[in-house]
């Protein structure tokens, strides 16, 4: 009802109006009294330190040879330790590589096993909801390839053979990408692979599939009306998180060690909370946004999802490439030693109880044992703070992120497209965002 309401001339309008009021737009970002110029992109200033415990990368190597300096960053004998009662345990990257190179195991005896699991998941008993597409011919074909480099000694990495996931938000070919909608897929040509799933690809890792997402990013439940809600492994009668729900949630299951997802406002981390797995939105400007979907140009980028924090620095390393200029200037590429162990003796964190403890008390009882066991093992303190002008911030986000999106989206798609081919969710979401004025969209910048 809200929908029909918020789509209706002249009521919609109104409608939305009060909506803005009551929820401080005005306020707060449209009709504030901002000094500071627009700032459209992170174009802060830095200084360069030189940080200790790194390993300084150089802008000409490989993605292959980028994943070989990330290796050598890590414990020579580091293992997934997460082993829940049913003895369940999420293998890493190295433990397939191992595995591959030894002959425990082959790619594609991984990936007949991955299909399986994946059709299971997908059937009426579980409805898991972690795939939009998964084409076993592709999958099956890049996994013999694999093999048979690893049967003739030549491997291109430690990502040889490797399954990862892609969100449906990023160009991965043969594969639509259709940002979890029934109609983008068909109305955009999909023509090559974006550039973090190419320089995957150079490193000989296996393209799983396009995993689920909130129906055009502007979500954050990962339940999706056109292609199923993705289910919490821990839990199937609660959410994935989203956007990137699906990556998270294939993760999480053991489905694969790695996953690619997008976060222009929490997409990768939410997920990746709800989900127990390690969420990584990289600095603006380090990956490439080529083949990615323009839903919020200044906030959005892609990122990674992954069971362990070395699957997730060995995946950084493959798909930071720095040979090509970034429209943002760019510190050197350092990737931490995981080897020492004591790399973060004195860690405080800043703590604000009026965000942190807005949850259930089941949850707040949680992520406080959290905090204390940190304190308890590793001598972490956490300092309560205020964060001034939060509210502020989180709406001139919202408008940024609404504003991009009807942007990049209306005149091509969305202004000749029947409105019943959106989920009801995104429909209202999409009426608030083509609300905001040019007006509004340089106050959120100018608070920024």
């Known amino acids: 009802m809200l929908a029909w309401v918020l789509e209706t001339p002249v009521l919609g309008w109104i409608v939305l109006g009060v909506l803005k009021r009551d929820n401080l737009v005005y306020k707060l970002v449209s009709d504030a009294e901002i000094p500071e110029p627009p700032l459209f992109t992170a174009t802060h200033t830095w200084q360069a330190i030189q940080e200790q415990s790194v390993r300084v990368t150089e802008s000409r190597l490989s993605p292959a040879e980028r994943v070989q300096e990330a290796v050598a960053c890590v414990p020579a004998a580091a293992q997934a330790q997460l082993e829940p009662a049913a003895g369940f345990r999420r293998w ?20 007949r096993r991955f299909l399986a699991a994946v059709e299971e998941c997908s059937g009426p008993d579980l409805n898991m909801g972690f795939f939009i597409s998964c084409d076993p011919a592709d999958v099956l074909r890049q996994a013999e390839d694999s093999t048979r480099r690893y049967q003739q000694g030549a491997p291109l990495s430690a990502m040889d053979g490797v399954l990862v996931a892609v969100k449906d938000e990023l160009d ?7 940002g979890g909608t029934r109609w983008l897929g068909s109305a955009r040509r999909c023509a090559a692979d974006a550039a973090c799933v190419a320089q995957l690809r150079a490193c000989g890792a296996v393209m799983a599939g396009k995993a689920n997402m909130h129906e055009l990013g502007a979500g954050t439940s990962g339940i999706n009306p056109h292609h199923g809600a993705t289910r919490n492994p821990y839990n199937v009668g609660r959410v994935s998180g989203g956007s990137s729900g699906g990556s998270a949630a294939a993760v999480c299951a053991g489905l694969c060690p790695v996953a690619l997802g997008a976060d222009g406002g929490g997409s990768v981390r939410m997920p990746a909370a709800l989900c127990g797995v390690v969420g990584f939105k990289p600095t603006a400007g380090r990956l490439s946004n ?17 069971a362990t924090v070395e699957d997730t620095l060995i995946a950084y390393a493959a798909i ?3 040979s090509k200029p970034s429209p943002l200037q760019q510190p050197e590429l350092n990737l931490p030693m995981l080897t020492r162990t004591r790399s973060m003796p004195s860690i405080r964190l800043a703590k604000y109880a009026k965000w942190f403890d807005d949850s259930s008390e089941d ?12 304190r308890t093992h590793y001598g972490w303190e956490s300092v309560d703070v205020t964060v001034p002008e939060i509210e502020e911030m989180r709406l001139a986000h919202y408008v940024t992120m609404g504003s991009e ?19 009801w969710d995104v429909r209202i979401a999409l009426s608030a965002y083509g609300s905001f ?12």
């Open 320 to 322: 930071a490439d720095q």
């Open 290 to 306: 080529s083949g990615l979907l323009p839903l919020n140009w200044t906030v959005g980028m892609p990122g990674i999802l992954a």
């Open 92 to 111: 890493t990257v190295r433990d397939f590589h191992r595995a591959y190179r030894s002959g425990q195991a082959t790619p594609t005896m991984v990936a």
């Open 172 to 178: 991965c070919l043969p594969y639509p990408t259709s």
């Open 405 to 423: 999106c009807t942007a990049s989206l209306a005149a091509k798609y969305l202004d000749s497209m029947d409105r019943s081919e959106v989920g």
């Open 437 to 448: 004025s040019s007006r509004d969209y340089l106050s959120a910048q100018r608070l920024r």
């Open 363 to 374: 949850i707040r009882s949680l992520c406080g044992k959290a905090l204390q066991m940190l």
